[in-house]
């Protein structure tokens, strides 16, 4: 059984720099097709996707938000780690990871996590 | 910033049938296939449909999916109101390189 659950500050201030924890469990990440993405949604708003990275290092960003973010992995602990810089209120939102099987479908997601950024 | 777009709102009253339509392009669902996501309130998002017509073990078949060029449907037969929620579709983008969401649909059971 696949889960997924995120982990990260609750309230991060403008400017700052949000670092967000995706653990899983149920598959390997070292294992060829298998993939973590990311997803936020702003409250009353819709899913939104940042990025994702693959099995082989394969990463892809949000072409909107590329240069504030960045995500990496570490097989052995399975995790993965979402930075997003220079936060902004407008990036309040609940953060979802999720599990990407076959061709880019997010087959399992995590609880998420809510972010709020204010002062 | 959605590029697939949703119609923002759909109804109908137990049994009936209701369809959600998502209209995207010739780099997305023109070229890729499609996947459609089930949001019940306060909840994360569940995978409803794969592969534009493909449902996940333990997805009832009252859901279906469509396509046809670049525009999918998701249909709901004998509406029930445990699906009352938000129903998104979900493609990866070419151009974009990167996935998209659409805007969403709200499906109320009157």
């Known amino acids: 059984q696949i889960t997924l659950k995120e982990s990260g500050p609750t309230l991060v201030k403008p400017t700052q720099t949000l670092t967000l924890t995706c653990t899983f469990s149920?598959?390997?990440?070292?294992?060829?097709?298998?993939?973590v993405g990311w997803i936020r949604q702003p409250p009353g708003e819709a899913l939104e996707w940042l990025a994702l990275?693959?099995?082989?290092?394969?990463?892809r960003y949000s072409p909107s938000l590329k240069s504030r973010l960045t995500i990496t992995k570490d097989t052995s602990k399975n995790k993965v780690v979402l930075t997003v810089t220079t936060m902004d209120p407008v990036d309040t939102a609940t953060y979802y990871c999720?599990?990407?099987?076959?061709?880019?479908?997010?087959?399992?997601w995590g609880q998420g996590t809510t972010v709020t950024v204010s002062s | 910033q959605s590029v697939l777009t949703q119609p923002p709102s759909a109804s109908g009253t137990p049994g009936q049938r209701v369809t959600i339509s998502c209209s995207g392009s010739?780099?997305?669902?023109?070229?890729?296939?499609v996947n459609w996501y089930q949001q019940l309130p306060g909840t994360a998002p569940k995978l409803l449909i794969y592969?534009?017509?493909l449902r996940p073990s333990g997805v009832p078949d009252r859901f279906s999916g469509s396509k046809s060029g670049t525009s999918v449907s998701l249909a709901i037969s004998g509406l029930q109101s445990e699906d009352e929620a938000d129903y998104y579709c979900?493609?990866?983008?070419?151009?974009?390189?990167?996935?998209?969401f659409g805007t969403g649909t709200k499906v109320t059971v009157l």
């Open positions: 592969s534009n017509s």
């Open positions: 999720v599990h990407l099987s076959g061709t880019h479908v997010m087959d399992v």
């Open positions: 979900a493609a990866w983008d070419d151009s974009l390189n990167g996935y998209v």
């Open positions: 010739r780099s997305n669902i023109g070229s890729n296939s």
């Open positions: 149920g598959f390997s990440l070292s294992t060829s097709g298998m993939g």
């Open positions: 990275i693959y099995w082989d290092d394969d990463k």
